[in-house]
């Protein structure tokens, strides 16, 4: 077995079991690629068991802190095991839910998300990466499911010195009863009382946005509610919260909608969507345009809202971002706020890890005060619980999110 030998005084992160050991931290020792290593305090004390990564900043990923544990096979399928038992538990009002959450159930850099009868997953590190083959019989064997595709596109794959794999890593499932490679990757799946359409091949991350799963339904009751009569999502994707609005505001006379987006590909599902569901073409507008010039825009033509949704993409993948990210995030929220008619209510996110909930909460705050408008805090949000946060792993916490009502 190889060893990793940490510099005096590095150990104090690793004690509090937080899986990542830092290039910095390593006084010397290395492996292959995925290869598991013992991890060891300059003293010569075990600390964990981890997959080394030879390129990346985050030198290796612990897998376990318990000094007897092996990790095979047997490890391998109880943290995959442990993982689908947890989602039985949660309150998931879907057919598709993330099943596996990487460092949060204690496969570091696996993510795997089941839509309806199919799982897709993303191999983001070294270890998981060499564990594959026994990664995806797991899976199969403890969903009973038969159809696993494979998006290992992201970015976080380069910092691992990984080439980028996509294509399904099972059979492909039958499409109207042929057999075709390449085919059945366009999905529907239902989430609350709504069915929406994605692309597992083309589509963002694995193909969809899981996690906003519980905000949406918020901003459908919100919607119904209140009863808004204009309502702008920005940074709509396939049309999530659009979807949600139009359905809260069924009972609303001619509600109308604004959806803006700068792929045009998100932007044709998300008119699918609407479509799917059974709503009116005239309710609803999609704009193929940047948010930031289209929030100015409206500005200068007065118009105005009753509910706004911002949910930008990840400004700052890390900490070392923050600063510039959170300028842009400020812009867009002082931005919106000065759209919003009294009463009128802004759902604001920020997906970023390298902004804390405090930060983001200060960010918007001080983007009321530059917009001279007042508001209410009624809520925090986060993501759905099937992309769960630990208490050893804080970066768990990207997702955030502020529901505000304007004074
Ligand atoms: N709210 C969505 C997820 C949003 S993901 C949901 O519930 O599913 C972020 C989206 O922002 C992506 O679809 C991306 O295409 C879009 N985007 C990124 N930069 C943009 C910009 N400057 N203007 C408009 N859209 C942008």
Same mark, same amino acid.
């Given at each position: 077995?190889?060893?990793?030998?940490?510099?005096?005084?590095?150990?104090?992160?690793?004690?509090?079991?937080?899986?990542?050991?830092?290039?910095?931290?390593?006084?010397?020792?290395?492996?292959?690629?995925?290869?598991?290593?013992?991890?060891?305090?300059?003293?010569?004390?075990?600390?964990?068991?981890?997959?080394?990564?030879?390129?990346?900043?985050?030198?290796?990923?612990?897998?376990?802190?318990?000094?007897?544990?092996?990790?095979?096979?047997?490890?391998?399928?109880?943290?995959?095991?442990?993982?689908?038992?947890?989602?039985?538990?949660?309150?998931?009002?879907?057919?598709?839910?993330?099943?596996?959450?990487?460092?949060?159930?204690?496969?570091?850099?696996?993510?795997?998300?089941?839509?309806?009868?199919?799982?897709?997953?993303?191999?983001?590190?070294?270890?998981?990466?060499?564990?594959?083959?026994?990664?995806?019989?797991?899976?199969?064997?403890?969903?009973?499911?038969?159809?696993?595709?494979?998006?290992?596109?992201?970015?976080?794959?380069?910092?691992?010195?990984?080439?980028?794999?996509?294509?399904?890593?099972?059979?492909?499932?039958?499409?109207?009863?042929?057999?075709?490679?390449?085919?059945?990757?366009?999905?529907?799946?239902?989430?609350?009382?709504?069915?929406?359409?994605?692309?597992?091949?083309?589509?963002?991350?694995?193909?969809?946005?899981?996690?906003?799963?519980?905000?949406?339904?918020?901003?459908?009751?919100?919607?119904?509610?209140?009863?808004?009569?204009?309502?702008?999502?920005?940074?709509?994707?396939?049309?999530?919260?659009?979807?949600?609005?139009?359905?809260?505001?069924?009972?609303?006379?001619?509600?109308?909608?604004?959806?803006?987006?700068?792929? #045009?590909? =998100?932007?044709? /599902? !998300? $008119? +699918?969507?609407?479509?799917? &569901?059974?709503?009116?073409?005239?309710?609803? @507008?999609?704009?193929?345009?940047?948010?930031?010039?289209?929030?100015?825009?409206?500005?200068?033509?007065?118009?105005?809202?009753?509910?706004?949704?911002?949910?930008?993409?990840?400004?700052?993948?890390?900490? #070392?971002? =923050?600063?510039? /990210? !959170? $300028? +842009?995030?400020?812009?867009? &929220?002082?931005?919106?706020?000065?759209?919003? @008619?009294?009463?009128?209510?802004?759902?604001?996110?920020?997906?970023?890890?390298?902004?804390?909930?405090?930060?983001?909460?200060?960010?918007?705050?001080?983007?009321?005060?530059?917009?001279?408008?007042?508001?209410?805090?009624?809520?925090?949000?986060?993501? +759905?619980?099937?992309?769960?946060?630990?208490?050893?792993?804080?970066?768990?916490?990207?997702?955030?999110?502020?529901?505000?009502?304007?004074?």
């Amino acid at each position: 077995m190889k060893t990793l030998r940490l510099r005096a005084g590095k150990e104090k992160s690793i004690l509090r079991r937080h899986p990542w050991i830092f290039d910095s931290a390593v006084a010397k020792g290395g492996a292959d690629p995925g290869e598991t290593v013992r991890v060891e305090s300059a003293e010569g004390r075990v600390l964990a068991w981890a997959a080394f990564s030879p390129t990346s900043k985050i030198r290796a990923r612990a897998w376990s802190f318990e000094e007897a544990e092996c990790i095979d096979a047997a490890f391998l399928n109880r943290r995959v095991a442990a993982a689908v038992l947890a989602r039985s538990r949660f309150d998931i009002a879907s057919d598709s839910c993330r099943l596996i959450h990487g460092e949060a159930d204690g496969l570091p850099g696996l993510v795997v998300d089941r839509y309806g009868q199919t799982l897709v997953a993303q191999f983001l590190s070294c270890g998981v990466e060499r564990f594959k083959p026994i990664l995806v019989e797991a899976l199969l064997a403890h969903t009973d499911l038969k159809a696993i595709f494979e998006r290992s596109d992201a970015h976080s794959r380069e910092l691992e010195g990984l080439p980028e794999a996509t294509g399904w890593l099972s059979e492909a499932p039958e499409v109207n009863g042929a057999p075709e490679a390449g085919q059945g990757t366009q999905l529907v799946l239902q989430e609350h009382q709504w069915q929406l359409g994605l692309d597992i091949a083309r589509g963002h991350k694995t193909g969809f946005y899981l996690d906003q799963r519980d905000s949406r339904w918020r901003f459908a009751q919100y919607a119904q509610r209140l009863q808004f009569k204009r309502v702008l999502n920005c940074f709509c994707y396939s049309g999530g919260f659009t979807v949600a609005a139009l359905s809260g505001l069924r009972a609303t006379a001619a509600p109308h909608i604004t959806s803006i987006d700068s792929s #045009a590909l =998100a932007l044709e /599902a !998300a $008119r +699918a969507n609407v479509a799917l &569901n059974g709503f009116e073409a005239d309710a609803h @507008t999609f704009l193929d345009a940047d948010v930031n010039a289209s929030l100015r825009l409206f500005l200068e033509q007065g118009q105005s809202f009753d509910a706004i949704v911002l949910d930008p993409p990840k400004f700052a993948p890390t900490a #070392a971002h =923050a600063e510039r /990210a !959170a $300028r +842009a995030y400020k812009d867009i &929220n002082r931005l919106a706020l000065k759209l919003l @008619t009294p009463g009128g209510v802004l759902f604001t996110f920020s997906c970023s890890g390298g902004i804390s909930v405090d930060l983001f909460h200060k960010i918007v705050a001080s983007a009321g005060l530059d917009a001279g408008v007042d508001g209410f805090i009624l809520e925090r949000l986060g993501a +759905a619980p099937d992309h769960p946060m630990t208490i050893e792993f804080p970066e768990g916490e990207y997702l955030k999110g502020l529901v505000v009502m304007r004074r």
